[in-house]
C-alpha cells in the first residue's frame, strides 16, 4: 500500500472512530483500539519506530475507555429523606 493512501485510511479510522465515541457509542474506542492494528503496520512497514510507541499507549488508552463503557455503573445512591421538624 502507498504511503499517500496509509495516510488516508489511518485518518478515515481515526476519526470515525472520535465520531462514535462523540455520540457516546462504546463502539468508538473499539473502532481506536482496532486503529491501532493499522498504526502498528504503518509503524513497520515505514519504519518510523515513533508511531510504534504510540500504538501501544494510545491502544492502552482505548482499552480502558472502552472497558469503562462497556463496565455497568452501580446503581446511584438514594437520597435520604427530609423530614420537617415542628417548632415548638
Known sequence: MSH???SWLL???GVTGLWLAG???WTGWAVGLAAQVLWLGYAI???QWGFL???FVY???YVRNLRA??????PAAPEPEVTECAAS
Do not use: Y
Open 4 to 6: 499517500p493512501l496509509w
Open 11 to 13: 485518518m478515515a479510522v
Open 23 to 25: 455520540k457516546r457509542s
Open 45 to 47: 512497514t515505514t519504519r
Open 53 to 55: 510507541v504510540s500504538c
Open 59 to 61: 491502544g492502552a488508552v
Open 69 to 74: 463503557w462497556l463496565r455497568p455503573s452501580p
